[in-house]
């Protein structure tokens, strides 16, 4: 756990961002990110880039926590409520742990527990 | 166009990333961003939410080039090479101005004319 | 039910590739379909397109569970094993009711309970 | 060309649908479909699995364009325009000829060329 958190320190954009990893476990992961008005967008709402950040960092460690280097082929971004403080959680689980073309799947909450975006994304497996 | 430019420049997380929108004209607009030691994963590249901020920021100022708020209902992304420095462009077409549920295509490529990213995404337009 | 049954009965081209309606209820519905020879693409294998037939029309159950007319906007399908005989099942979530966009994910299942298909879908629902 | 057309007279599935592949070339293909009564769903306009059928096979033609077997990792596909009867045309483009994962995308069009379909699909190139 202390070896994916420390790997995922060194993902600029997201800490940038201020997600941050809370668990990894082989086919889970778990991050957050507190909303503040640095991640707004023109409409006064959290910008969809901050939200894709943060559940892309969920995607790479649960994608990546069978100590193989996983990279993202593609991602489907689905905004079903806008959020526009406080902590959004985001919770990655890898549906299908292809040896080669994982699945994963993950759902974005806030404080409230209110689903408010759900992403599934398919990783690739370098040898 | 000046007016876009302001309002977009309301967008903070977008501002943040180094986001800059260099043209918005009904049904078209383009953006860019310099990728530097700020926008790379633990991977080394460019993060995907940045390439998705760049994207959401074209996709944003194209959908709501009608003067008619817009917002995204969902995003495909598809990773195609990764990037590590230079200017990223974005170039957002809509492919389909729908009077409820647009439809526009995003391509990123890079300093050399290479497609990076392709994203697709449909928005919504209030009444 | 009966009344969805009957409805869905007016499916033509899913009636045709075989899709039975078997639940629906508020917020979920399940269909199946015995893949056959008919079914398999040049490869061998159940055709992307009939496991997208069944999966569309438990979509269309679920998203029309409540007595107003949803049509779908996009889908997201991903194919996970191949199948070549059997029953597929599919078993269909609406995510989030939401009055104009609903969100629906649907999970396709072989007769051993292995996932095959993960689809999720955004609809859109007319006044 | 004409071994194409052969192997994919195999896709039992697309020939029930009345599919008919055009032309493949390298990146390259077409096919179409004559929309009738067997295609249509309960609201009476063509049924997405018989679409997603139809641009499917310009899929599996355009992927499999370079002699190595190339299968479907996903699809994302929108419906922007309904179509009741009629020829539709399927143009698949093979936007990134990558050797492992290439990234293609379909466009659908009615006798009168508006744009009704269009769809985006990660292939998955065995060795």
Known sequence: MEKYKEFFKADR??????????????????ARMLVSKEHLNAGGVCQGGALFTLADLAFAAVANS????????NANITFLRSVKEGYVYADAIEVFNHHRI???????????GELIVVMTSSGYRKK
């Open 66 to 73: 069978h100590d193989q280097l996983t990279l993202s082929i």
């Open 13 to 30: 954009f997201a800490a940038h961002a201020g997600v941050e990893l809370l668990e990894v476990k082989p086919g889970y992961a778990r």
């Open 102 to 112: 994982p699945f994963i799947e993950i759902k974005l909450t806030d404080e409230t």
